[in-house]
């Protein structure tokens, strides 16, 4: 069996989406004839934690931590904030939201010295160590995975001194994206610049929804389209609870269960939920009390905002971030899943990981989302639900009321077809990056 040297910020102990692509991959690479060796971090600052997801890693994988030097405790002593504060739900704002002076000074450090990310104080320790391990395994090809862009140039780096095959995997975008730093001219070029190497360089270039591929064409147009690849993420059946397995006190059948599991910051919020179910209540088509609104995760001070101004507060249950396994035991007692997509102008091909375990959960999804896009044609694909924009307030209202109005029947909510979904189970997806290491484009 070859040897792949995996090197990844986001890997357990850390929580969060970002995590789960990776952890899958390492779960069943071996069925296809690769054994991982992990590279990453030691002391990594990261914005969840899930101490449960150490279990998930194979026992007898083999994983390397070296330091990293993080700069964020310096931040939180600028901002004032507490030691441990997750950082990325209150730095992320709308455009038209103010920052303090403060917030300011801490962006302009961002955007000039910490470059392609604040992660890059990894280069020093990674490179030596990924080395090492490269010839003590006798390591025949390397795939990283980006965010954080410091472990594509880590990767670049060992492709540069060993000629290894070299995947590069990407999660979202590099230069231009909606949590990308605004540069001035100089960072600004230098960035763009390792972003350009990184996808020259590599041999495979795989993306986990095809708007990074839409985006690194339009960037960069000379590269050759062939080495792009659409690898999707996924939902893992396994993760899935038989009924009697659920802790049942997250039950409550008198209740419309709606779950948005996940973050929500800047512009990712609930505005236009919260709109269409008051204008629901004000025509009298739902009682507020028949609602049960919960928000698993993480979120930003406006958020709670959010939460405590809202005529619905008191159907809201705000249950903060837990572990990857309550996460979705929660997903699978709900009436109805949510999921909200950044107002943005790149949210049509925007195709958040969580979509995959809704749909996978079987659960009806209520998509508040571009009605034109990856996600539009994902959901239709599979049947797994509802979509509306966010200016559509009605088209949101009218898709609430009609699996609310199922759900009072004791009728199915929505008809998802199984057959397709079942090609997106992450065992399917390993597979497309175990060819891409074999070569097989």
Not at 110 to 115: G, L, W
Not at 128 to 150: D, Q, R
Not at 177 to 202: G, H, Q
Request: with cysteine.
């Amino acid at each position: 069996m070859k040897s792949v040297l995996v090197i990844a910020y986001y890997f357990p102990p850390s929580g969060g989406p970002g995590v789960q692509r990776v952890l899958k991959h390492i779960q069943y690479l071996r069925e296809f004839g690769w054994n991982p060796i992990v590279l990453t971090v030691s002391n990594g600052d990261f914005p969840a934690r899930d101490e449960s997801l150490l279990e998930k890693i194979p026992s007898d994988i083999i994983v390397e931590r070296t330091h990293i030097y993080e700069p964020y405790d310096l931040y939180r002593l600028l901002m004032g904030h507490k030691k441990g504060v997750a950082i990325d739900v209150n730095v992320i704002k709308k455009d038209n939201q103010k920052r303090t002076f403060k917030e300011q000074f801490a962006e302009f450090i961002r955007a000039t010295f910490f470059i392609p990310d604040a992660r890059i104080g990894w280069l020093p320790t990674a490179i030596p160590k990924a080395m090492e391990l490269i010839k003590k395994h006798n390591v025949s090809a390397i795939y990283n995975s980006s965010p954080p862009y410091t472990t594509s140039l880590i990767a670049r780096a060992l492709k540069r001194k060993t000629g290894l095959q070299w995947v590069v995997g990407f999660r979202d975008p590099w230069t231009g994206f909606i949590s990308s730093p605004k540069r001035w001219f100089l960072p600004a070029w230098i960035d763009k610049r390792m972003e350009y190497s990184v996808f020259k360089e590599a041999d495979a270039v795989e993306c986990a929804w095809k708007g990074i591929i839409m985006d690194i064409r339009y960037k960069f147009p000379s590269l050759p389209v062939e080495k792009f690849f659409h690898v999707p993420n996924g939902y893992d059946s396994a993760d899935y609870l038989l009924p009697e397995q659920i802790d049942q006190t997250l039950y409550n059948p008198d209740k419309f269960i709606m779950t948005y599991t996940g973050s929500m910051y800047g512009r990712r919020n609930p505005a236009a939920l919260f709109l269409a179910l008051e204008l629901l209540v004000e025509k009298g088509l739902i009682k507020k009390e028949s609602v049960l609104l919960r928000f698993i995760g993480r979120f930003g001070n406006e958020i709670h905002d959010m939460f405590q101004s809202s005529s619905l507060k008191d159907s809201i249950e705000i249950i903060g971030y837990v572990p990857h396994e309550k996460s979705i035991s929660y997903v699978q007692v709900s009436d109805v899943l949510l999921l909200i997509v950044d107002e943005s102008k790149e949210s049509e091909e925007i195709v958040p990981g969580k979509v995959y375990e809704y749909i996978g959960s079987m659960k009806p999804v209520l998509a508040i989302a571009p009605e034109q896009g990856a996600i539009a044609d994902l959901i239709k694909e599979t049947q797994a639900g509802g979509i509306a924009h966010q200016s559509n307030i009605e088209g949101i209202a009218s898709i609430i009321f009609e699996m609310y109005s199922a759900f009072k029947k004791g009728l199915p909510l929505a008809n998802p077809h199984k057959e397709i979904i079942q090609c997106y189970e992450r065992r399917e997806s390993t597979k497309k990056l175990a060819e891409l290491l074999d070569g097989k484009y």
